[in-house]
């Protein structure tokens, strides 16, 4: 299958996955779980080893593990789009040929954090990425993790040269900017929406989906927001998404994914553990945060 075929497929909820942890290990039993569950509720992909999945604590074996068991468990039933970002070129390139050894759909890429490069060089690290292997690469941007933003006319120049580099996830925030994007890049290239908050009016500006933190305890209610627009239905998914508002804010509450991974001990779908840097949540924010699942009906 070539990569605009594959490209078709990107479209809908994706889940940026957690990575549960037990005793200091990828717990892959609940790990399997979780995929098995956001796949019978409808998610129309997954996205193992992004910022959700804790990856910046993943060793390289770790990474690569918490990919296969994805893929192997997915089965092909739907898409699945392995984190393989780095900010060593060198490294990026190794963990997408890894993804594309096993089996992944694509690969999700994030600019290079820490290091800042200018746009000539985020031009350049994914023109080597692009060059090096033959899976779609989703570029990722989110200036609020890497102070980096990755400006409209650079992603457009990456997408109208490199058939391999088929869509981004944009996760600014900023409509404006996703409505750049989509303006200067071939209709083909797929912008996901990488912010829940926003995700639904980047529909409206032609976003083809959401990679959803919140999917990972309510996979049902974000699909169901994506085929209703899809469906034509703008009332029904313009209600879900207002009905989902509270739970997105709950999932920024602190750091993410902090609030999601308690909100998901909270539903009994894994251990609360978090690796060090990033510890439990406040006493007071996780009744808030309790409080807000009871009332969104995914906690009684």
């Given at each position: ?7 078709n ?5 994706f889940?940026?996955?957690l990575t ?11 790990f ?10 409808g998610?129309?992909g997954?996205?193992?080893?992004g910022?959700?999945?804790e990856?910046a604590?993943l ?17 092909g039933?739907v898409p699945?789009v392995a984190?393989?970002?780095?900010n ?6 190794a ?7 096993v089996g ?5 890429h994030?600019?290079p ?7 000539e060089g985020?031009?350049r690290h ?6 090096a292997?033959?899976i779609?690469?989703?570029l ?11 400006q409209?006319?650079t992603?457009?120049?990456l997408?109208?040269e490199?058939?391999?580099?088929v ?10 900017q996703?409505a ?10 797929r912008?996901?929406?990488g ?6 009016p980047?529909?409206a ?7 959803s ?5 309510a996979?049902?209610a974000v ?10 239905n ?8 207002y009905r ?16 999601v991974?308690t909100a998901a ?7 609360l553990?978090l ?12 009744d808030?945060l309790a409080e807000?699942?009871?009332?969104g009906?995914?906690?009684?």
């Amino acid at each position: 299958m070539d990569t605009n075929q594959q490209a078709n497929g990107f479209r809908g909820a994706f889940t940026a996955l957690l990575t549960p942890f037990r005793d200091g290990k990828v717990d892959e039993e609940a790990f399997r779980r979780l995929i098995e569950q956001q796949i019978e509720q409808g998610i129309h992909g997954l996205v193992p080893c992004g910022t959700t999945g804790e990856s910046a604590t993943l060793s390289h074996a770790e990474h690569e593990a918490v990919i296969r068991i994805c893929v192997e468990q997915t089965r092909g039933r739907v898409p699945v789009v392995a984190g393989a970002g780095s900010n060593n070129t060198s490294e990026a390139i190794a963990l997408t040929r890894f993804a594309q050894s096993v089996g992944a759909d694509g690969v999700l890429h994030i600019t290079p954090y820490y290091n800042k490069p200018t746009q000539e060089g985020l031009y350049r690290h994914f023109k080597a990425i692009a060059e090096a292997v033959e899976i779609p690469c989703i570029l990722y941007n989110v200036p609020g993790r890497t102070s980096c933003n990755m400006q409209p006319e650079t992603v457009a120049r990456l997408a109208r040269e490199f058939p391999n580099i088929v869509g981004i996830k944009e996760a600014t925030g900023d409509m404006a900017q996703g409505a750049k994007v989509i303006e200067l890049c071939p209709e083909s290239f797929r912008v996901l929406s990488g912010d829940d908050l926003t995700a639904f009016p980047l529909f409206a500006l032609g976003g083809c989906g959401v990679i959803s933190v919140t999917a990972n305890i309510a996979p049902g209610a974000v699909a169901s927001m994506w085929n209703a627009w899809t469906a034509g239905n703008v009332e029904e998914a313009r209600r879900i998404h207002y009905r989902l508002l509270p739970l997105h804010r709950a999932m920024f509450m602190e750091t993410n994914p902090i609030p999601v991974k308690t909100a998901a001990a909270m539903l009994g779908l894994m251990p609360l553990e978090l690796r060090l840097p990033l510890v439990e949540m406040a006493p007071a924010n996780r009744d808030k945060l309790a409080e807000t699942l009871k009332a969104g009906g995914c906690l009684k």
